[in-house]
Structure formats: C-alpha cells, structure tokens
C-alpha cells in the first residue's frame, strides 16, 4: 500500500510523541555548560547504573543504538561462523539483519498469538547441533512468552539474548524485562518510551560479558581510566567500534529513566480508554496475559482480514491519524528471501498476524480529543467501510 502523498506535517495525530519537561533541558545544558567531557563524561555511567538498579540486573552497558547493543551482544558471545540463532521473523529487521552481522544464520521460528512473540512450542523442532542461541523480541513492550522460553534454552543448553528494544519497564509475573534472559537489549530511539534521540543498552548478570560489552564499544580497549583523561598509552586487545554513547544523550536518558514509570502509567491509561471506545467493532485488541504488564510502546490492533486492514490504514491516513503495518514479516523481504530461500506459508501465524495488524497513535501526553478523534474515526470506518 502507498500513502506516499501525505505529507507528515498534516497529521493531525502522529504516530508518537515525545513527552519532554524542563528537567530534561536541564540535565543536559549541565553537561554542554560544563564545556568538558562530552564523551565518556560520569553520565555514562550513572545512566547505566541505574538502568541495572531499575530491571534489577547486576550489569549494563549503553551503547549508540539499539542495533549496535545487539551486534555487540553477538560479537561478546562469540557468535558467528554459521552458527544458527532462532529470532522472530515478526519483528523490525534489526534483529534479523545484526545476526547477518556476525556472518552466523538466522533461524526463523514462528509466534504464538497470546503475545506475538516467538512460540516456544515451536522452539525445539528448529534446534540443530549447529544452533547456539535463542533471541526472542517483546513485541511494542509487550513481553514475550520468556519464562517458558528461558525453560526452553536451559534445556538445550542455549543462549538467551532477549531483543527487548521495545520493552523497557515491562514485566512478567514482577520481573523486570531485562533481568530474565542472559543478555537483553533496549533501544532509546526516538519512538520508544525512555528515548534519548538515539541509543540503546545492553543488560546482563555476567560480569566477563559486560567487560567484553565495553571493550566492543570502545575500539577493543581495556580502560580503567578515562582514555580522554589518561596521558598513558591504552592497551588494545581486539578489533572493536566506537559505538559509546555520548554524555548528553546519557543525562537525557537519566532525566527520562526518572520519568519512566510515569510515562508508563500514561500510557497505560490511554491504552485502557482506547479500549474502551473502540473494543466494541470487529477488531481484535491485543490483550496481556495475567501477569504480564504492558508497557504501550506500540498500540496494535487487528483487523479480520488484509483487505479491511489496507482499507482501515487508508481511511485513518485520510483522517490524518499516522497508522503503520508494524512489522511485516522479515522472511518475506525479498532480501531475505534471495539469501535464505524463505518463501510465503513458512511461518502461518507470523504471515496471518501480519496481514491484519495495524499499529495506530499511542503516547503519553494524548488528549481526551485525540482519544475521541481516533476512536470516532474508527467507528466511522466501521460504520462505512463496505463502501469505502
Ligand atoms: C525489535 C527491535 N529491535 C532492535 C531495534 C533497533 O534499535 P535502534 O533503532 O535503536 O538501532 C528496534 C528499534 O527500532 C526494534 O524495534
């Protein structure tokens, strides 16, 4: 479908929306103020240290991006020469396209419906002798089915590096997304509930994980003082990037880490009065399991089939409301299926949940008029969409 034509200044309700405040600012005019220490500035680290003391992990490590914190979880497990890692073909192409990083073969496995993440049932039929980790992805800060599929990786003796990019301050039965698989990863991009602009962060329990974390980072070196603060030469012991982020991105990410459960909660609110409006027409609301807590960082819903899914999409872009098929099935970019062969019916319930999701508006600071515009607008589609 092509919406090409619409320009994005004439939405009337994007997609999302950063919530900001005078805290924010603050944080980070301390930093530029300070004239010094831009990189590698006692920011870092704090943001970090509170990123563990908030999913209760022992380590994390910030880095660029969320696609960097996953290539460099690969590259500080060894991954790579063929090995075969299990992701979710629903998902953004990153988690696909960083274990192509490390030259190991994605593995596609299918999702369950419950949480529209990887279906552990469906886990083992894939494992190989030549599969060495599982990655699953929290889908839009819901969490995946992880406690089974922890159970499932225990017993294969496999790794488990959970893509939580989208999944910061969500929980299972009360553990923190972040403290439950052997490495997770968080994205700060700009559509995600703690965003920095850009970023992301890697969150363990192995202390020899989190030294390699920082050594990929930062060129392969092993610090112990500030490198811009040390007159002494470093030492280098592998191949590494820079991939650090930087101290005012940090001091943004505290500010917002303070905010987080409140952002949370807004959208928590507004996903609820959503609902309500709009759970009445013929369309499936993605609803967490007891025990699962929800974080909104996407507000999906699910339409009977493709043709009124495509119908529905062009109706609210008409209405200038930003909707989004989030995520068509990676197996089925034609890039990926020239590499690996992948083809259309492989994965039944990632194709079918592909057709008929549509992501609309969700964010923290939306008005009650932005609530009714969106969900007058969709019992408009209903009302008269034979017709349209
Ligand atoms: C599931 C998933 N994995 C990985 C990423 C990559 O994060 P980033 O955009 O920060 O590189 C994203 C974010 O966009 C994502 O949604």
């Known amino acids: ?46 943001f970090e240290k509170e990123i563990s003391s908030y999913v209760n992990s022992d380590y ?105 990019a989208e999944a910061l301050g969500s929980s299972v039965n009360g553990h923190k997304i972040g403290s439950i698989s052997d490495s997770s990863i968080f994205s700060f991009c700009g559509n995600k509930v703690l965003t920095t602009g850009e970023g992301g962060a890697v969150t363990t329990n192995s202390k020899s994980i989190f030294e390699k974390l920082k050594q990929i980072r930062s060129h392969g070196r092993t ?11 470093s030492t280098y012991l592998d191949v590494g990037y820079n991939w650090r982020m930087s101290s005012i991105t940090a001091a943004l990410g505290i500010s917002q880490l303070k905010k987080l459960d409140k952002l949370v909660s807004l959208r928590q609110k507004n996903a609820k009065s959503i609902i309500n409006k709009i759970s009445k027409f013929d369309l499936k609301i993605i609803t967490p399991p007891l025990g699962y807590d929800h974080i909104y960082q996407m507000f999906s819903i699910r339409l009977k089939n493709q043709q009124i899914r495509d119908k529905l999409h062009s109706f609210l872009i008409e209405k200038r409301i930003f909707s989004k098929v989030y995520f068509p099935p990676i197996h089925l970019n034609s890039f990926y299926m020239e590499k690996f062969n992948t083809k259309k019916g492989q994965l039944p319930i990632t194709e079918f949940v592909s057709e008929q999701i549509l992501t609309v508006p969700i964010y923290p600071n939306m008005t009650n008029e932005e609530i009714n515009y969106l969900s007058d607008s969709i019992s408009e589609f209903f009302d008269f969409y034979e017709e349209i």
Request: aromatic share 10%.
């Open 1 to 46: 479908m092509n919406n090409d034509n619409i320009k994005s200044e004439k939405w009337k309700i994007p997609l999302y929306k950063i919530y900001t405040d005078d805290e924010d600012l603050q944080l980070i005019s301390k930093v530029i103020s300070r004239g010094t220490q831009w990189a590698l500035g006692p920011e870092v680290e704090e």
């Open 60 to 164: 994390c490590v910030t880095f660029n991006s969320g696609t960097s914190a996953l290539h460099s979880t690969y590259l500080s497990y060894g991954l790579g020469n063929s090995d075969e890692i299990l992701i979710p073909s629903f998902s953004f192409i990153t988690t696909a396209n960083s274990v192509l990083f490390v030259n190991a073969k994605p593995i596609f496995c299918d999702i369950e419906e419950s949480t529209l993440g990887l279906d552990y049932n469906l886990l083992e039929e894939k494992i190989t002798p030549k599969t060495k980790a599982i990655v699953p992805m929290d889908y839009g800060g819901l969490p995946c089915n992880i406690l089974k599929i922890k159970e499932i990786a225990e017993k294969n003796n496999l790794l488990l590096i959970e893509d939580a």
């Open 223 to 233: 610090d112990s003082k500030n490198y811009f603060e040390n007159p002494n030469e």
